[in-house]
């Protein structure tokens, strides 16, 4: 008795195990039996239709189809039943399920041929006619081309000029076909042979016994890059860091560029064959798919393209759906696939340089106000100027109300894409992105990487508008998933100087997530006062301004960086009035700092990342020290204002808590530091740095003697 494969079989045993059973003769412990219709004799089989092909009818023009009886239809099938032939063109009887479909399909041929036989030429004719009206041109052009090729293959001649083949119809017409024998192996599959391929099929494998060369194409080597010189474009292909290939380039395979769709012989991946990959149900491609888009969306932003592509490589992804597709891969549940789609929006919507330049200007005159990111809508706008100028002549509304209301009821009825089209990030808040991010934050608990890149997204959320600020405010859970986890008054992660940073930032203070919400409290007073007040960060304030960077068991430069956002942080409450009893509170603290910085200008040496951090983290105390000093200058105006208000008025806004005589002490401090800063002007590299420094006391100045005079 023959034995049964087992748990842990090779394939040479299963080889082994096949020769065994042929070379016993046994039969199978199974048999497909089919059942033979009970209406016909046992000794006819039911026919199997499972894979008849079913074509609609063509349309005639009548208004109703025309009735065919049995007796016609007939002598319709048997038309392309030729007389003489030995065998069907078409109907050969493979791929049947019956074990005698082959000799089935012979003997309906046969009666096909005796009943054309005993047709006259005139009935052939109609009944061609009949059929030709009812068929598919195109089916009837498959039908033709079966029987053609079929009479190339009979011609063994290797004649390169076209030949004429007459077909011989009842009705006397002459089929002219012209056929060229080519020598590529590629156009005939017909002529290749086992020496063709790289790898050899073996008779012992598995299900080998009919070699099927054509399906075997894909393991021959690639074919040679076509030079083509040519005016006309050519699809853009890129490699797996987002580079744009060159058409004529000829890459090694094991690059892992090439793949089997179109243009098999170059190397690289299409847009369209990305987007096709980022479906793919592959965790491996999907990942792969979105890391390569976003490197290839950082290098268009870059401008690497505009001068070899014809286009907007940008405006061609988002025409296509690229930041729904984004969108759509944040909902993925696998980690790898979350990573890459933050990172591929990350690339689409932030600008570093940017964010850089915002950083160095906070501490400008008025640099920490920003015009909102919102792009420009004058084209959506022109749409609606005539309907609007119509309606105000009528008399119906007034011009402002009128613009306000409507382009409300507009952006709720837009279509997402719609508006997305014209703004990328309201299309997104629309989408209810943010929430899907806190999700992110809240539960998925990403890497550090990714939580960084999460923080610089919301960061260009907020520089949005208003509106947008508002919606990241509102957001479920989302600023307290920020201040519980990323800001966090007590934390025991401690690192080392040399070290690369934690693998995971919840749990410990991060220098993005201030800044984040230092943008979210610059839109306005109302959104500074939900985060001191809603979300406690007036404790955060005074937990990482006491103690110096250096003390901090953070990073060196991320506790640089942490400390310098809730400067600015503080800076931008202070401007509104709020936070300001802080102020007194750490009075000493900063007197201590502001001490400090003489030595640290004595010991700026050289243009380095820690020195440049530090000097940004001086200026943001100075800006400080401006904004609170504007206030106090408007404490005694607002007193009086509120001394010489009625009763039955509506209450007026309380003066802060600051007053003159809390920063008349700061003068001479900053007076010092500014005449130290000025002694290195004529030192070049020194001068670059403390150019922040300097700006941000003149400022002071400035503020400190407008403010004075009105005492």
Known sequence: MLSRPKPGECEEDLLEFQKQFLAARASAAATVVRKADKRKGASEEERDTSTSTITAPVPTGEAFPRVFHRSEITSVMVYYSIAGVDESCLVTGEGLRSSTGCEEAQRIHRENVEKLKALSQEEILQERDRLMAQLDPKLVAFMRSKRESKTTQENTSPAVEPQTVDIEHSHHCTVTVSSKISNKDEENPGS??????????????????????????????????????????????????????????????????????????RAGYSLQELFHLSRSQFIQQRTLSLQVLGRIVKKAKQGEFASVLKGSVLRLLLDAGFLFLLRFSIDDPIDNVISASIGALHSLLVSQDDEEYLDKTFSWYQGSKVFPFIPNQEEEEEEDEEEDEDELDKGFINKTTRKADKQKDKEEKKPDFDVARYDAIKGLLKTKFHHRLRYILEVVRPPASVVLQIFDILTRVARHSATA????????????????????????????????????????????????????????????????????????????????????????????????????????????????????????????????????????????????????????????????????????????????????????????????????GLLPLVDGCLRRCLQEISRNNVWDLLQPFTTASINFLASYYKAAGLQ
């Open 192 to 265: 290749l042979s086992v020496d063709d391929f790289p790898v050899k099929p073996q008779k012992e494998w598995v299900n080998m016994n009919n070699v099927e060369f054509e399906k075997l194409e894909w393991t021959k080597d690639l074919p040679q890059t076509r030079q083509t010189k040519t005016k006309k474009g050519m699809q853009a292909r890129f490699s797996l860091k987002g580079d744009l290939i060159p058409p004529d380039a000829d890459m090694p395979a094991y690059l892992g560029l090439h793949h089997h769709g179109e243009e098999a012989e």
């Open 469 to 664: 600020c508002s919606q990241l405010l509102d957001c479920p859970r989302l600023m307290e998933t920020i201040v519980r986890e990323f800001l966090p008054l007590q934390w025991s992660v401690e690192m080392e100087s040399d070290d690369l940073g934690p693998s995971s930032l919840h749990g410990v203070p991060c220098a993005a997530a201030m800044k984040c919400l230092r943008v979210l409290a610059a839109s306005g007073r109302h959104a500074a006062a939900r985060l001191l007040n809603t979300f406690d960060m007036k404790s955060r304030l005074s937990r990482f301004v006491v103690q110096e960077p250096q003390d901090l068991p953070l990073l060196k430069e991320e506790a640089v960086r942490l400390s310098t956002e809730t400067f600015r942080l503080w800076a931008i409450a202070a401007g509104y009035g709020q936070a300001c009893d802080i102020y007194r509170e750490l009075y000493p603290v900063l007197v201590g700092i502001l001490q400090f910085f003489p030595s640290l200008i004595t010991s700026c040496k050289g243009n380095t990342t820690p020195v440049t951090l530090s000097i940004q983290r001086a200026a943001a105390v100075i800006t400080l020290l401006t904004h609170v000093t504007q206030t106090a200058g408007c404490t005694s105006e607002l007193e009086a204002q509120l001394h010489s208000t009625p009763i039955d008025t509506e209450p007026q806004v309380p003066p802060p808590a600051v007053s003159w005589a809390d920063i008349t």
